[in-house]
């Protein structure tokens, strides 16, 4: 099956934002929380069940907890109750000053970004599996995802990377 899936974002917050399918329902939350103490912000990804029901080919982790560092530094992530991964392992370059980051998927599949803060493109191998880009101004989303098929077998990996590497951006964390 080579089925294309379209996610809308809206928000533009890469903090806080959702996508939605072209038909309303929504497929990913981004909520940034805060604790108390002295630890760092967190944020959640969830892929949401609505969403995930119409797609029964879907596998892997529903959620997402980004953990930052002081000043909102690289910290740590974990998938649903998982272990602790470091977010420096999900954002490697293997290039300096190269704008790719290659990350692998808890079944151990290598993928690539190309990340732009205007589109980014994830690769598996020489294929393209997502692309993601800013919308145009007139219209009433932020930003459009394309995910192919075989994404799903690890789209909320997928999509965690793709909001690190926005976060990457907005930090400045390569500056």
Known sequence: MSHTYVLLQFGSD???????????????????????????????????????????DIMGPTSAFLYFGPANTR??????????????????QKKEGSPSRYFTTRTGKELKWKVSPQKMECVDGRSTVAVWE????EDVFSARLLLKHSALNYVTELLTTLILNRMGLALNWDA
């Not at 929504?26 to 805060?34: G, L, S």
């Not at 800013?134 to 101004?137: V, W």
């Open 14 to 56: 890469p903090f806080s934002f959702r996508f939605e399918d072209l038909e309303g329902r929504p497929a990913f939350t981004v909520n940034e929380r805060f604790q108390v103490y002295q630890n760092p912000s967190v944020v959640k990804a969830t892929r949401e069940a609505e969403w995930s029901q119409q797609h029964p």
């Open 75 to 92: 910290g740590y992530m974990v998938y649903g109750n998982g272990e602790q991964i470091s977010m420096a392992t999900h954002l490697r």
């Open 134 to 137: 800013l919308s145009q101004p």
